[in-house]
């Protein structure tokens, strides 16, 4: 592949990326659709199946369940759980 079809790749692939996140990272099948419909405006003319979004494969990483305990409570207030936090050393916005 010469190197201007390279660069040319490269630069659609980028504004490619732009749009998939300006579009709250909508698959690439739906943005083609859009483009086929002429439904946006300067959205680029693409081809290419192997776009690969970080934030979409963090966003698809499952967690595993929480374990099962055995133990459960009784009656109301029997367990109670909280979160505390000391004061902060950074102050907020309304402060």
Same mark, same amino acid.
């Given at each position: %592949? &010469?190197? /201007?079809?390279?660069?040319?790749?490269?630069?659609? %692939?980028?504004?490619?990326?732009?749009? *998939? +996140?300006?579009?709250? *990272?909508?698959?690439?099948?739906?943005?083609?659709?859009? /483009?086929?419909?002429? %439904?946006?405006? #300067?959205? $680029?003319?693409? #081809?290419?199946? /192997?776009?690969?979004?970080?934030?979409?494969?963090?966003?698809?990483?499952?967690?595993? $369940?929480?374990? /099962?305990?055995?133990?459960?409570?009784?009656? &109301?207030? +029997?367990?109670?759980?909280? #979160?505390?936090?000391?004061?902060?050393?950074? &102050?907020?916005?309304?402060?």
């Amino acid at each position: %592949m &010469p190197i /201007k079809d390279k660069v040319t790749l490269s630069s659609v %692939m980028d504004d490619l990326a732009l749009w *998939h +996140q300006r579009y709250g *990272h909508l698959n690439f099948n739906s943005l083609r659709v859009l /483009k086929r419909r002429n %439904m946006v405006i #300067d959205l $680029p003319i693409f #081809d290419v199946n /192997k776009n690969i979004c970080e934030g979409c494969i963090m966003g698809k990483i499952h967690r595993l $369940p929480l374990t /099962k305990t055995s133990w459960r409570a009784k009656f &109301p207030i +029997q367990l109670v759980l909280t #979160d505390l936090w000391g004061s902060s050393r950074h &102050p907020s916005i309304g402060e």
